[in-house]
C-alpha cells in the first residue's frame, strides 16, 4: 500500500508541520512520498517519516499525473487544496484522494473534510487539524512533534561556520528576527532585536548569531550594526558577541546550526519550525495581534511561545502594517521569561 502526502502551497513551516500526517498514515500505508513546492523539497528530504520527496513545479498537469500514475499510490492526502491540488490526484487514477470540503473543486475528492480553522477554532495547532485527513481514512498518531534530520554534509557546512566564528556546541544562540514580509517594504524595525541579541548575550554569554534568508542580510547587518554601536567588516566580525548568518545557510546546514545551538529566539516562520524539529530549545515570538500563538506554536520537547502584547492599529496585518509597531516595541522582560522556561 502506497500513499501520497501532497503539500504544495505556504511556506516551508506548513509542509513541515503536514509532515506529521505522514507518520499517521504510515499505520496503514508501507510507503509514504510527499509532492511538495520546489523551494520546500530539501524541507522534506531531511523528514525521516517520508520515503520520498517528488517536486510539482507547475505546469503540465497531465504529465505531473502521469508520473503519479506508474508510481501506483492507493491514497492520496492533500493538506494544501487548489483547483490544481485536487485534479492531479484525480488524472492520477489515485482510489482515494482526502481533501477540503467546501469548495468548488471539492467534488474531485473522495474523501472531503471540513476544516475546523474555518468553524472558527482558533486554538487548535495546525498539525492537529491536518491530521483530519489522516483520521478520514482511519490513521492516527500520538506524536504530533515534526522531525528534521539534517544530512552529513549538513553537519559538516555548519561547522565551517562555527569554526570560523570560534564557537563551539551550546556556546551561541540564534536569533532570527525576519518573517516573509521583512525585507519586501524596507521599513522592518531593528533597534528592537538588536536590544534582544544584547540582552540574551548578556545573559547566556557566548555569541548571538542573527539568521535569515540571504533577502534577511541586509537586516541582519543592520541589527548587528545596531547591536555593537557601529558597523563591523567581516574581518573584525569573528571577534563580536552579535554576528550575522544570514544567507550562509542552506535550511538543512540551518537546522544542523540548530542542534547545536543552546536555543533559538525567533519571530514566528519556517525556521522557527525547522529549530523546533532539530532538536533545539526554541521560543517563537508572535508579535501581531492577527497571529494564532495556538494554531502555529513550535512543536518540540522544549519550546514556549510568546504571545502577542502590542495594541495593533485597527485592520492591521503583516503584509499592510504602516510601521511594525509591535516589532519595534518588542516586550523584552516577556521574551526573557519566555528563553528562561526553556534556555
Not at 132 to 140: F, L
Not at 155 to 169: D, M, N, T, Y
Not at 199 to 213: A, E, F, T
Request: one cysteine or more; glycine letters at 10%; proline letters at 4%.
Amino acid at each position: 500500500m502506497r500513499a501520497l502526502l501532497y503539500c504544495a502551497g505556504g511556506g516551508i513551516g506548513d509542509s513541515l508541520v503536514a509532515s506529521v500526517v505522514a507518520r499517521a498514515l504510515r499505520e496503514k500505508y508501507e510507503v509514504v512520498d510527499a509532492l511538495t513546492l520546489p523551494g520546500h523539497r530539501a524541507t522534506l528530504e531531511r523528514v525521516p517519516d517520508l520515503d520520498g520527496v517528488l517536486v510539482d513545479e507547475g505546469g503540465d498537469e497531465r504529465a505531473l499525473a502521469d508520473s503519479l500514475l506508474v508510481r501506483e499510490y492507493d491514497l492520496c492526502a492533500v493538506t494544501w487544496a487548489t483547483s490544481r491540488t485536487a485534479r492531479i490526484p484525480q488524472l492520477a487514477r489515485i482510489a482515494t484522494r482526502v481533501g477540503q470540503a467546501r469548495r468548488i473543486y471539492s467534488f474531485r475528492f473522495t474523501k472531503a473534510v471540513r476544516i475546523r480553522s474555518e468553524m472558527g477554532d482558533v486554538t487548535s495547532h495546525w498539525s492537529d487539524i491536518l491530521l483530519d485527513y489522516a483520521r478520514a481514512v482511519g490513521c492516527e498518531t500520538a506524536d504530533r512533534t515534526y522531525r528534521f534530520v539534517p544530512t552529513r554534509q549538513d553537519e559538516e557546512e555548519a561547522q565551517r561556520i562555527v569554526g570560523a566564528l570560534e564557537v563551539s556546541k551550546d556556546d551561541f544562540v540564534i536569533l532570527n528576527p525576519c518573517n516573509a514580509v521583512a525585507s519586501t517594504r524596507g521599513i522592518w524595525p531593528v533597534d528592537g532585536w538588536a536590544r534582544l541579541a544584547l540582552q540574551l548575550q548578556d545573559r547566556y554569554g557566548g555569541r548571538v548569531l542573527v539568521s535569515g534568508s540571504p533577502a534577511d542580510a541586509p537586516i541582519a547587518e543592520a541589527i548587528v550594526a545596531s547591536a555593537l554601536g557601529r558597523a563591523r567588516g567581516d574581518a573584525a566580525q569573528a571577534a563580536t558577541p552579535v554576528v550575522s548568518v544570514a544567507g550562509r545557510l542552506g535550511i538543512g546546514a540551518f537546522g544542523a546550526l540548530a542542534s547545536r545551538a543552546r536555543g533559538f529566539v525567533g519571530i514566528t516562520t519556517g525556521s522557527m519550525h525547522v529549530a523546533a524539529a532539530a532538536g533545539c530549545p526554541t521560543v517563537g515570538i508572535f508579535p501581531f495581534q492577527t497571529d494564532y500563538p495556538d494554531r502555529w506554536a513550535p512543536l518540540g520537547e522544549r519550546t514556549a511561545v510568546v504571545r502577542p502584547s502590542y495594541a495593533c492599529h485597527a485592520g492591521d496585518t503583516k503584509e499592510t502594517c504602516a510601521d511594525y509597531a509591535c516589532v519595534a516595541h518588542l516586550d523584552l522582560p516577556r521574551i526573557g521569561a519566555a528563553a528562561e522556561s526553556v534556555l
